[in-house]
């Protein structure tokens, strides 16, 4: 039975090129899914962040037709605007969230998929995407300080590395902050891991505003 990850992982691989076989085209997937928007994310640290503030909502992306959609970098996401934006694509409606520093690459992606007025319509209205200052991470940082951050680390078992991590030279010189950053990163899945954990310490009130931004601009309940 078809299913979401079916249709990421076949638009992931019409995407870099390759073949859609074996399995159903994409836009039969995306039919039979009731696909109408993909959130177009950097990486799976994101992903999981999204996932995370989902569930605590109480939302089912997945039956809204929303699909969460890691690309694997923000230089992909021309590829994948031009698959499932307006036609030839799929003509999905399309949102985002990324890095400062990749802002132009979305702002290119989503600014070409703008979709097409219909009859007796208004012009179509650009694709939006939300812009975090330093990226994701730094964003869940601020939010919810320092201190917080270094007790989650603790709780999950990570104390011990982190503080090792902050007496490298080049860790020197810079904020508890960026070295925060700095240190999910440094081991394979340890964004991906906190990037949930992170989410799941916010107060519902107190959300980084791209995320939030994000959310609002999703069609759920429609």
Same mark, same amino acid.
């Given at each position: 039975?078809?299913?979401?990850?079916?249709?990421?992982?076949?638009?992931?691989?019409?995407?870099?090129?390759?073949?859609?076989?074996?399995?159903?085209?994409?836009?039969?997937?995306?039919?039979?899914?009731?696909?109408?928007?993909?959130?177009?994310?950097?990486?799976?640290?994101?992903?999981?962040?999204?996932?995370?503030?989902?569930?605590?909502?109480?939302?089912?992306?997945?039956?809204?037709?929303?699909?969460?959609?890691?690309?694997? @970098?923000?230089?992909?996401?021309?590829?994948?605007? &031009?698959? *499932? =934006?307006?036609?030839? #694509?799929?003509?999905? %409606?399309?949102t985002g969230l990324c890095d400062e520093g990749e802002r132009r690459f979305y702002a290119r992606a989503l600014a070409g998929a703008?979709?097409?007025?219909?009859?007796?319509?208004?012009?179509?209205?650009?694709?939006?995407?939300?812009?975090?200052?330093?990226?994701?991470?730094?964003?869940l940082i601020r939010t919810l300080g320092v201190a917080r951050v270094e007790e989650i680390v603790r709780a999950q078992g990570d104390?011990?590395?982190?503080?090792?991590?902050?007496?490298?030279?080049?860790?020197? @010189?810079?904020?508890?902050?960026?070295?925060?950053? &700095?240190? *999910? =990163?440094?081991?394979? #899945?340890?964004?991906? %891991?906190?990037?949930?954990?992170?989410?799941?310490?916010?107060?519902?009130?107190?959300?980084?505003?791209?995320?939030?931004?994000?959310?609002?601009?999703?069609?759920?309940?429609?």
């Open positions: 039975m078809a299913d979401m990850r079916a249709f990421r992982e076949a638009v992931t691989l019409r995407a870099a090129g390759g073949s859609e076989e074996p399995g159903e085209p994409v836009r039969e997937l995306a039919a039979r899914l009731s696909v109408r928007t993909a959130v177009l994310l950097e990486g799976l640290s994101d992903a999981a962040a999204v996932d995370a503030l989902a569930e605590r909502r109480g939302l089912d992306l997945e039956s809204e037709g929303i699909c969460v959609l890691p690309m694997g @970098g923000a230089m992909s996401v021309g590829r994948f605007a &031009r698959l *499932l =934006g307006p036609s030839p #694509g799929l003509g999905l %409606h399309l703008t979709p097409t007025a219909g009859p007796g319509e208004g012009q179509g209205q650009p694709q939006r995407f939300f812009v975090c200052s330093a990226d994701l991470e730094d964003e104390l011990r590395a982190l503080q090792t991590f902050q007496q490298q030279p080049a860790q020197q @010189g810079r904020t508890a902050r960026q070295q925060l950053r &700095r240190f *999910l =990163g440094t081991k394979k #899945g340890r964004k991906i %891991h906190y990037g949930r954990a992170l989410v799941e310490a916010l107060e519902p009130d107190r959300v980084p505003a791209p995320l939030d931004g994000l959310f609002g601009e999703l069609p759920v309940g429609l």
